[in-house]
């Protein structure tokens, strides 16, 4: 099992920033791909950044591309989001995830999820 825990979260008017913190724990050797997800209510749950645990490498949703970056710290088992310039339309839930494998890095494959910090923007 892994445990995953967000925090960051909160109260920004649109052009600022905010660092959301994923700390993982448990049996984090297993992790594959950890991801940020969100979900903004009535809306499915999309996610907007992957990082690859082996690899290194990133992947973003277009709608933040250039203005978020996922990074990781393996030396504890952080991963983190830095959202720039951020936009009314990022107000959301935001989950961080992890997969055991490369089926099981989507909304609906994840194997492991946190419980959510939220981020509002403000106009």
């Known amino acids: 099992q892994v445990q995953l825990v967000e925090s960051g979260g909160g109260s920004v008017q649109a052009g600022g920033s905010l660092r959301l913190s994923c700390a993982a724990s448990g049996n984090t050797y297993s992790v594959y791909c950890m991801a940020w997800f969100r979900q903004a209510p009535g809306k499915e749950r999309e996610r907007v950044a992957i990082?690859?645990?082996?690899?290194?490498?990133?992947s973003y949703a277009d709608s933040v591309k250039g203005r978020f970056t996922i990074s990781r710290d393996n030396a504890n088992n952080n991963v983190y989001l830095q959202m720039n310039s951020l936009k009314p339309e990022d107000t959301a839930m935001y989950y961080c995830a992890a997969g055991r494998g490369h089926l099981y890095c989507s909304a609906t494959t994840a194997n492991y999820w946190g419980q959510g910090t939220q981020v509002t923007v403000s106009s």
């Open positions: 990082i690859f645990t082996g690899s290194g490498g990133t």
